[in-house]
């Protein structure tokens, strides 16, 4: 059974930063992208970053292109998102989409609970 627990979040002051991670299980980890989406209050779904496996492409959304990090480490079946400058419009529920198997539109059907991102002073 695929899980997917994300943590890190919090409340943090504008132009602060934040790690999350997300810890995989129920599927061979280094054999899938993975996914960070976000959903802000009132909103929709919003695509933020994804890593490749193999050679680990890289994507981020222009939202947050130059400001976010995304890694993972294949021996602890985890993916992370570093997140520096971070603004009051970065404020949302983020949550991990994996294994990639292209599903549309984010790529899998499976996610995690999110983890709760508040930037404001």
């Known amino acids: 059974e695929v899980q997917l627990v994300e943590s890190g979040g919090g409340l943090v002051q504008p132009g602060g930063s934040l790690r999350l991670s997300c810890a995989a299980s129920g599927f061979t980890f280094s054999s899938y992208s993975m996914s960070w989406v976000r959903q802000a209050p009132g909103k929709g779904l919003e695509w933020v970053s994804k890593?490749?496996?193999?050679?680990?492409?890289?994507y981020y959304a222009d939202s947050v292109k130059g400001r976010f990090t995304i890694s993972r480490d294949n021996a602890k079946n985890t993916v992370y998102l570093q997140m520096n400058s971070l603004q009051p419009e970065d404020t949302a529920v983020y949550y991990c989409?994996?294994?990639?198997?292209?599903?549309?539109?984010?790529?899998?059907?499976?996610w995690g609970r999110g983890t709760q991102v508040t930037v404001s002073s």
């Open positions: 989409n994996a294994p990639d198997r292209g599903v549309i539109p984010y790529g899998s059907d499976y």
């Open positions: 890593i490749n496996n193999g050679r680990g492409s890289i």
